[in-house]
Each structure stands twice: as structure tokens, then as C-alpha cells.
């Protein structure tokens, strides 16, 4: 039988509630991690890189992926310093290069890495997950934001929806669900005001998705060159949510995006993060069939399930559960795999983690990142460890 996936777990660093110790348990035998304490923009010097890698390698394990080396806001706007902090990124692939480490996940989302509106949704078993309200992106965008032209992005009755939501909660509620959707990048507690965001969407205004994606292109045929020299795999991260939201663009959501992406830079080093999570949450992406056609360019996998709901609000479902057929994900993700084992290719272990994971039992105890709790991820990582292994056997067998 060829290689299983590895199986890796993302840890934010030493302040991180979700110690190596408590990974290792788990089975997992990669980490995934970043350099959260540098600015984005700036460069990661060899020693802090190798200072981080030793944490991981005393802790019995090996860093198998940055998750992220973030773009700085001037390479997607083409601001007048793109090509000043395409160098620094340039820099920072070599400094990890010479520390061994090769697969590199990173997302091109305008401002906002990620969002969500509640961070604690109670399942019926108490369990608690994230959740993408629709409805209250919309009350916030219209009525507490204030979007210049926001009606122009809503029905009539979506915005019907969105006032009733905003009736429907007191100005505590109306703060909160501003911190949380104005949350800044994984790894730090920053949480944008609503008038530093208004100067970031000024920024956008000339930027539209066709520019966003032209400057997506020109970031990559910058990089790949040099990432190819390194034998780094760069894997660009689908946009979460998948579609456009607060009036910013989004180029990385559907398979036709991803294709765009890859063929940007013909090379092994351009490559896509296949985040099951985030192109889930979207009914029109057909993830098997996506895994399948997208297969030779996947080097790193988010494995995870949303349960997507008629208005466009979703919330995160178990691994095996929820709107996307799992199943059929990992039987195309495996098939891949065989062929990259006939062909000779060496990269058959595929960097694999379970993305997200709901609080469960002694979770609560600990102050773990959003999705990050390390029993709700151990669970998910069992499922899918002997989903594949299930996969595996009926294929061969």
C-alpha cells in the first residue's frame, strides 16, 4: 500500500493554550505553524526560523508546513511598495528553505483573513462550533458599518432579514458581533475599529476581482521562480467565505479560481491548499470532483464539513457530517495519491489536517483560537484517519 497522508495539527507557537505535548497525543507527527510575532511584510530571519523549528523537532515532530506567510496588503492593492515586500517574500522562502522546510500555505483574501459572526455556537449536544451568520453580516455591513453603496449588494429581502436581526439584538450584541467579524489575522487578538477598516476598504476602491486576480498573478510569476529553485510547494488557501463580503473582492473561491491560480505559473511550485471547509460553503463547488481535476496541484489538505443552510449562513458540522460528502472527498483525494505512487512522484504523504474542530469536554477549560481546541480536533483527526484507511483498503482490496 503507498503512503497514508500525513497527518499534521496546527499549533500558534509557544503562547498557544494547545501545548506540543498534548499534539503528539493526538498521533499527529507534522506541525503546521507560522511566525505569528512577525509583521507581515517583514522578513523571517534563518535563526528565528531554526529557533522555532528546534521547539518543534524537540517535541518529537517535524514542521511540515508554514500556515501562513502572510502577502502584505501593498502586493494586493499593486501598491507603490509591491515589489519591495515581494522581495522580503522572496527572502523569507530562502531563509526557510535553508531550514528544510518546503511546503508553504498562504491566501490572497482582501483585509480579513477569515470570518465568522459567532464563535461559540451551541450544536445540540452542547458542543460548540463557529458559525457564518448571513443575516448579520448584512445587519452589520448596512447599519453598523455603513458601507457606502452596501444596498447595492442585497435583495430587498436579505436586507429585510438584516434589519430584523439588528432589531432583534441590544448594542452589547451589536459590539460583539463587530469584534468578531472585525477579527484580524490567525495567530494575534488584533481586532480592527470600524474606522481603521473604512481606510482598508479605501484602498480597495480601485481594486476590483479582476484586478485582485491580476495582482494574484503577478505576486506568483514573481515567487514561483524562486520557489522552484527551492524546491518549496506554495499552496494558496481558498477564501473563507468563498464569495465577496463587506464590498472586498474574492479570487480564490470556486474551481475555475483555482485553475486560474495554477495556470498563472506553470509549475510544481504553484500549487492550492484543498480546504474543504471553505470551498464547502459554497453549494455550487462540487469538492470530489474538484479534488479529482485539481488533484496534481494539491500539496497540503483542510479537511473539515459545514453544514450550509437556505440563506446563505453555514456553521461548521462534524469532519464527517454536514453538507459535503467527505467520503467521496477522500476517495478522490486517495486516487490521486495511487497515481502519484505509479508515476514516481515522490510526494505521495500529502500534508493532511483536520481543519477546525468544535469544543468538546475538557476544551472549555483552555483559551484555544477560534476552531483550534485540541479535543474537537483530535476527534476529527480519528475520523479521518480511519476514513482514509477505509477508503485505502476498498480501493485495493
Not at 113 to 120: N, S
Request: with cysteine; aromatic share 8%; charged share 25%.
Amino acid at each position: 500500500m503507498f503512503s497514508n497522508l500525513e497527518q499534521t495539527f496546527r499549533w500558534y507557537g509557544p503562547n498557544d493554550a494547545v501545548t506540543l505535548a498534548a499534539i503528539r497525543q493526538t498521533g499527529a507527527t507534522g506541525i503546521v505553524n507560522a511566525l505569528h510575532h512577525i509583521p507581515c511584510g517583514e522578513v523571517w530571519s534563518v535563526e528565528e526560523i531554526k529557533q522555532r523549528d528546534a521547539v518543534i523537532n524537540a517535541a518529537g515532530m517535524r514542521w511540515s508546513v508554514v500556515e501562513s506567510v502572510n502577502i502584505h496588503e501593498s502586493i494586493k492593492t499593486a501598491g507603490d511598495l509591491r515589489d519591495e515586500y515581494i522581495e522580503n517574500y522572496i527572502v523569507t522562502l530562502k531563509n526557510l528553505g535553508k531550514a528544510g522546510i518546503k511546503t508553504v500555505c498562504y491566501n490572497f483574501m482582501p483585509v480579513l483573513d477569515w470570518t465568522r459572526t459567532d464563535l461559540d455556537f451551541r450544536l445540540p449536544n452542547n458542543a460548540s462550533a463557529l458559525r457564518y451568520n448571513a443575516p448579520a453580516v448584512a445587519a452589520f455591513d448596512l447599519f453598523i458599518l455603513e458601507r457606502e453603496n452596501a444596498y447595492r449588494d442585497f435583495t430587498p429581502e436579505q436586507q429585510q432579514r438584516a434589519k430584523a436581526y439588528l432589531d432583534s439584538i441590544n448594542e452589547a450584541e451589536k459590539e460583539h458581533l463587530t469584534n468578531t467579524i472585525m477579527a484580524g489575522l490567525p495567530g494575534t487578538d488584533d481586532v480592527f475599529t470600524i474606522a481603521e477598516f473604512k481606510e482598508h476598504l479605501k484602498k480597495y476602491r480601485n481594486t476590483d476581482a479582476n484586478a485582485l486576480k491580476q495582482n494574484l498573478a503577478y505576486f506568483l510569476k514573481a515567487i514561483i521562480p524562486h520557489a522552484e529553485d527551492l524546491g518549496i510547494k506554495m499552496c494558496i488557501h481558498p477564501d473563507d467565505p468563498p464569495f465577496p463580503i463587506l464590498g472586498l473582492p474574492r479570487v480564490v473561491s470556486t474551481e475555475s479560481d483555482l485553475q486560474d491560480v495554477v495556470n498563472a505559473y506553470t509549475s510544481d511550485s504553484n500549487g492550492i491548499t484543498f480546504c474543504t471547509g471553505s470551498l464547502g460553503a459554497r453549494g455550487d463547488n462540487d469538492l470530489p470532483a474538484m479534488a479529482g481535476r485539481l488533484g496534481p496541484h494539491i500539496h497540503f489538505l483542510h479537511l473539515r464539513n459545514v453544514q450550509r443552510e437556505a440563506d446563505g449562513s453555514f456553521y461548521e458540522a462534524d469532519h464527517l457530517g454536514g453538507s459535503n460528502d467527505m467520503y467521496a472527498v477522500m476517495k478522490s483525494v486517495v486516487l490521486e495519491q495511487k497515481r502519484r505512487a505509479e508515476s514516481g512522484r515522490e510526494d505521495v504523504a500529502i500534508p493532511m489536517r483536520p481543519d477546525h474542530g468544535h469544543k468538546l469536554l475538557d476544551d472549555f477549560n483552555y483559551n484555544t483560537y477560534p476552531g483550534y481546541s485540541v479535543i474537537g480536533r483530535l476527534k476529527g483527526l480519528a475520523e479521518l484517519r480511519g476514513l482514509e484507511l477505509g477508503v485505502k483498503r476498498s480501493i485495493i482490496d
